[in-house]
């Protein structure tokens, strides 16, 4: 999503050393590099306090909850840990707080380096090639999309299955987890140096991740097809049709109480004509 990516290879100089290719080919590949630089430039004008010019010359961190945890909402001690360990690292911090400034503690020192949006496009930002790592949740849909664009995590569950999720990219090799509890104690500037120091076998794994979705992707893109294909064919004719309809069963019915009923009455009556 950068500008140096969206401008065009075809200028003037480059024509005579082109390979020759069909027209149509030259015309969509000067189309789509318009394209892409029209949503960078919607990008920029919709997000401007992201600065993207800054984020194209050095690596940044994007910090993320999902879109229900609010900012103003953290108490004080732990938002205040978070900050202080954010500007312990070479990176600029985005963290996107899903409240507005102006309800963010007025005493709580925001470092040089976070960056702190109410709200951020996190598809774009997982996609950028200088994004160092992600500090998020662990939301099914996060880590999907986590694992499509071949992300290193540092993990914050918050709850359900978020510690589930997280679990399974920290089996993997790709992520490394921490609670609340253990940020509250001073556990998260750890976390945040192993991290670093482990950085490339973190990224090597996200990445090997990330070709394997694709090629699945790809892989089972036919059998996708076939089935959306079919239920298009088919859908109509089983619409209003009750095959999936669950009844509901009744105390009485559920416990088999008349079964039951009938069976002692069964088994009394035999027992009777045996012992006579």
């Not at 030259?26 to 919709?46: C, I, K, M, P």
């Not at 794994?205 to 089935?227: D, P, T, V």
């Amino acid at each position: 999503m950068c500008s140096e990516h969206v401008k065009s290879k075809y200028n003037k100089t480059d024509m005579p050393r082109m390979v020759v290719r069909p027209k149509q080919d030259s015309l969509n590949a000067v189309r789509g590099a318009a394209e892409s630089r029209q949503r960078f430039d919607r990008l920029v004008a919709e997000f401007p306090e992201l600065n993207f010019e800054r984020l194209e010359r050095a690596p940044f961190v994007l910090v993320s909850f999902g879109s229900v945890a609010q900012l103003e909402n953290m108490p004080k001690p732990l938002l205040s840990e978070f900050l202080r360990r954010f500007a312990e690292l070479p990176y600029t911090v985005l963290w996107q707080s899903n409240s507005p400034a102006v309800k963010i503690p007025m005493n709580v020192r925001i470092p040089r380096n976070v960056v702190l949006v109410r709200w951020a496009p996190i598809k774009n930002l997982l996609a950028h090639r200088n994004l160092r790592f992600v500090v998020c949740h662990g939301g099914v849909n996060t880590v999907n999309e986590l694992l499509l664009f071949g992300v290193p995590v540092l993990g914050v569950p918050l709850q359900g299955d978020q510690s589930s999720n997280l679990q399974r990219l920290v089996d993997f090799g790709g992520a490394l987890m921490i609670n609340m509890k253990s940020i509250a104690t001073g556990g998260l500037r750890a976390k945040l140096r192993e991290l670093e120091g482990n950085y490339d076998r973190y990224s090597k794994r996200a990445e090997l991740f990330s070709r394997m979705i694709r090629f699945h992707r790809e892989f089972s893109k036919g059998s996708q097809n076939f089935w959306l294909n079919w239920a298009q064919r088919n859908g109509e004719k089983l619409r209003g049709r009750r095959l999936m309809d669950l009844k509901f069963r009744g105390s009485l019915e559920h416990f088999a109480i008349a079964e039951c009923f009938c069976a002692l009455v069964s088994f009394i009556f035999v027992v009777r004509i045996l012992s006579a």
